[in-house]
């Protein structure tokens, strides 16, 4: 029997990218990948950059360290990403469908099981130790935190254009 709580995490995950994309949504291309708030804000990041962050930390979080698939992220470089609406819609797709896919297999042995990467600095990633339930709690977690992001700078951009 399917653990309930993973087509739930599913549900809950697919409802959380779809609002990612309610506040993408008709932001010009070039906005998408240059815009920051005008009053200087530190640490920032552009509309795609916070969006690639997001997508690739769940990709890492359910797909690689739950799910076991040898990935090759790289997260400084989710931060000076560029692209099209379309390449963000196509990468989250993808994950869905991966996250789906590990989510619908993944058994109860597997989720109590330690999943353990050691740091990559030069990657901008540190030390890992969770069991593969916690990983995709977190990512989980951290979509909904960068949705808000997402959320804020979307009504700044607003404000700004208004």
Not at 12 to 34: A, K
Not at 53 to 66: K, L, M, P, Y
Not at 145 to 158: E, I, T
């Amino acid at each position: 029997m399917t653990n309930p709580m993973l087509p739930a995490t599913m549900t809950v995950l697919r409802e959380l990218v779809d609002d990612i994309f309610v506040q993408l949504d008709g932001i010009p291309e070039d906005d998408l990948n240059t815009w920051l708030p005008r009053d200087g804000m530190r640490d920032v990041n552009t509309f795609f950059a916070l969006a690639t962050h997001t997508v690739g930390a769940g990709e890492f979080w359910i797909v690689d360290a739950a799910g076991g698939r040898a990935g090759d992220r790289d997260r400084l470089a989710e931060f000076r990403a560029n692209g099209t609406l379309g390449d963000l819609r196509a990468r989250f797709d993808r994950w869905l469908a991966d996250a789906g896919e590990v989510l619908s297999t993944i058994d109860d042995k597997a989720l109590a099981s330690v999943y353990y990467r050691p740091a990559n600095p030069e990657k901008g990633m540190g030390e890992a130790r969770r069991t593969r339930a916690e990983c995709i709690a977190h990512a989980l977690e951290h979509t909904a935190v960068h949705l808000g992001h997402l959320q804020l700078q979307r009504q700044l951009y607003d404000a700004e254009r208004a």
